[in-house]
């Protein structure tokens, strides 16, 4: 048990490992501001038909949403490495799920990865977060860049989840990239970070 902890918190647990993870926590961060840096909305029409949600649950308010505040395509990573611990993969997708609950016509690909890539797959507002994720080898933050290349995909963010303990690309990509790392971690080489506060309070 000594040694497979000591791996785990190196990220050197055997890959490939399936886990179910349990119910999903409420977003902590306001990914409507979070991303605004990263958009130019160009606010071009009203639609009545799906209001905006977050007023008419809050404050029984019937408010339209703006069809020209919209994302491209928006690549999700969560790093399911050995170092991740279950409650911090949790707390990840919700905020994946945060997003696409701030972003209705988002068109979000949520990607999972340890050493490797593990899933990759398009969300939309309609479809459930996976809850059942593989990983828990080492981190190797490549892979998932090299699968945004050879999709062609520009997207309009990368947004990695993860503790910043990996292998980094050699330079920044063309398109914005965001970095919510995990309470323990180490900083990226390049790109804009945050902080994915009160874990352990949330869960």
Do not use: N
């Not at 479809?127 to 997207?155: N, S, Y």
């Not at 309009?156 to 063309?174: C, E, H, Q, R, V």
């Amino acid at each position: 048990m000594r040694a497979y902890h000591a791996a785990k918190s190196q990220g050197r647990s055997p890959a490939g490992i399936g886990e179910l993870i349990d119910e999903l926590l409420y977003p902590t961060q306001d990914w409507r501001v979070m991303l605004a840096r990263f958009i130019q909305p160009t606010l071009f029409d009203y639609d009545w038909l799906r209001p905006d949600r977050r007023l008419l649950g809050a404050c029984d308010l019937y408010i339209p949403t703006l069809w020209g505040e919209r994302l491209e395509d928006v690549v999700c990573y969560v790093d399911t490495s050995g170092s991740m611990g279950a409650h911090e993969i949790r707390a990840c997708l919700s905020e994946v799920r945060g997003i696409l609950y701030a972003f209705p016509q988002v068109r979000a690909h949520l990607v999972t990865g340890d050493a490797q890539v593990w899933q990759w797959e398009e969300l939309t507002e309609a479809d459930p977060v996976p809850r059942e994720v593989k990983g828990r080898g080492g981190t190797d933050f490549r892979p998932v860049f090299d699968g945004i290349a050879e999709r062609g995909l520009t997207p309009t963010a990368l947004i990695l989840f993860t503790d910043g303990m990996g292998d980094y690309p050699p330079g920044a990509p063309s398109y914005p990239v965001l970095w919510v790392l995990a309470p323990s971690h180490e900083k990226p080489p390049f790109g804009t970070i945050t902080m994915l506060e009160d874990i352990e309070a949330s869960v």
